[in-house]
């Protein structure tokens, strides 16, 4: 069983930043894709964003375009979520995300995070 460990979570008020961290081991990092899905109080999980090996990234075209931007750093076996302008709509826990595929891993990713709360104060 793959671990990834999330950090980077808190609180934060509206329109300011976070960057959440994701580390997972060598070996995994090197050949899987890495993502983000969030959850909202009394909403379903939802994808966020998603990263090849390679740095190939998208973003889920229903969130607000530019604010959420995912980034690796394979040196580091590190993925991260950077997120600006929040909005308290944006609260929610986020979990990482890896799988051995590109396309699925936005949909039934294989191995999950135990997750980071991220809190957005109006």
């Known amino acids: 069983q793959e671990q990834l460990v999330e950090s980077g979570g808190g609180l934060v008020q509206a329109g300011g930043s976070l960057t959440l961290s994701c580390t997972t081991s060598?070996?995994?990092?090197?050949?899987?894709?890495m993502g983000w899905f969030r959850q909202a109080p009394g909403k379903e999980r939802e994808f966020v964003a998603a990263?090849?090996?390679?740095?190939?990234?998208?973003v889920n075209p229903d969130l607000d375009e530019g604010r959420f931007t995912i980034s690796r750093d394979n040196s580091k076996s590190t993925a991260f979520l950077q997120m600006n302008d929040l909005k308290p709509e944006d609260t929610a826990v986020y979990y990482c995300?890896?799988?051995?595929?590109?396309?699925?891993?936005?949909?039934?990713?294989?191995?999950w995070g135990q997750g980071t709360q991220v809190t957005v104060s109006s």
């Open positions: 990263i090849s090996w390679s740095g190939a990234s998208r």
């Open positions: 060598r070996q995994t990092f090197s050949s899987y894709s």
């Open positions: 995300v890896a799988d051995i595929s590109h396309l699925s891993i936005a949909t039934t990713p294989d191995y």
